[in-house]
């Protein structure tokens, strides 16, 4: 009765008339046969759902997930973060800087339609001031620059 | 955001994208670079994901088109008879074994004389369960093609079984 029934799937399987359910149904009964239990017409039939089965469970070397991991640039990732924070930061305190109140105002009254003052009227004070926050910002850059080598 | 994405629903694939490149090539370190290049890819490529009607078959054809490519750059487009196979099952008895060790050795070289696009059909359906649809997505092929390969493989498979099994009687 199960013999009919798989020759008749086989049948169906010749025809590539079968599902991938029928399929399966096959591979699963030829594989549950005893070694040496099949009819010779069978046998044969056999070794080639084996073969199937074992193609199917070919898979790659160790470390393989880790490789594609790396290849697709986490790292670059990260060190665009962190040049975007960076950026970030860089704008805050040049921002600060800019929009800071000048620390000697002068005796001339602040026109009502400006919107934004001179922090500093020593140029060589204000170069400094811009200076000193660039130096901080290079700092965190490069803090974060020496803990993706040390990785 | 796109990481986990990438994580969830396209690392998975690396079995049966490996699989299929290493059938292609016979070559276990070249299918890996193949597939490697192919997620490199895809990764590049993560702000269309949503645009894809299927990350797979993107998946499949590129590592299909990855692969032709490396073996026209090859110029020896068979494949080598692969040595990390375990197909038979430990139990069966010496006799047995060796057997249907040339039974399947005879299936392998059935398959590798096998028109390409046959070969192609039979193994996205026999071993990684493709439907036709899915096939026919990756192949870029029609679904009558599908089937029309699919039939003419397993039937030069059979037929190749079939004789050798004649002429196994006969002797």
Redesign the interface.
């Given at each position: 009765m199960e013999k009919a029934m798989i020759i008749g799937l086989l049948e169906k399987?010749?025809?590539?008339e079968t599902t991938?359910e029928e399929?399966?149904t096959l591979a699963a009964w030829f594989k549950a046969q005893p070694?040496?239990s099949l009819d010779?017409?069978l046998e044969?039939?056999?070794?080639?759902f084996?073969?199937?089965?074992?193609?199917?469970r070919?898979?790659?070397?160790p470390g393989?997930?880790s490789?594609?991991?790396q290849?697709?640039?986490?790292v670059r990732?990260f060190q665009g973060g962190l040049i975007a924070a960076a950026a970030t930061v860089l704008t805050v305190v040049a921002t600060l800087i800019l929009t800071q109140p000048a620390k000697h105002p002068t005796a001339q009254p602040v026109a009502k339609t400006t919107q934004f003052t001179d922090t500093y009227s020593d140029p060589e004070q204000a170069l400094a001031a811009v200076r000193h926050a660039l130096l901080i910002a290079s700092v965190h850059l490069n803090e974060g620059r020496k803990q993706i080598t040390n990785k | 955001m796109s990481l986990e994405v990438f994580k969830g629903r396209i690392l998975p694939m690396k079995d049966k994208l490996f699989r299929f490149a290493f059938h292609l090539l016979g070559d276990i370190p070249e299918a890996e670079d193949a597939v490697q290049e192919v997620f490199a890819g895809v990764w590049t490529k993560r702000a269309e994901w949503a645009q894809w009607n299927s990350i797979e078959a993107y998946c499949m054809t590129a590592t299909r088109n990855n692969c032709l490519d490396r073996l026209r750059r090859r110029r020896v487009p068979t494949v080598q008879e692969s040595s990390a196979h375990q197909l038979i099952s430990p139990d069966h008895d010496p006799h047995e074994k060796m057997t249907s060790k040339e039974m399947i050795q005879r299936i392998r070289q059935c398959m590798d004389a096998l028109p390409q696009q046959q070969q192609f059909v039979i193994r996205l359906r026999e071993m990684e369960g493709f439907s036709y649809n899915e096939i026919a997505e990756v192949l870029d092929m029609t679904l009558d093609q599908v089937k029309v390969n699919l039939f003419r493989g397993r039937n030069a498979i059979r037929q190749a079984l079939t004789k050798k099994e004649q002429k196994w009687k006969k002797q």
């Open positions: 399987y010749w025809q590539a991938i399929e399966r070694p040496g010779p017409d044969q039939y056999a070794a080639l084996a073969y199937f089965d074992g193609e199917s070919v898979t790659p070397g393989f997930e490789r594609i991991l290849a697709i640039t986490p990732h | -």
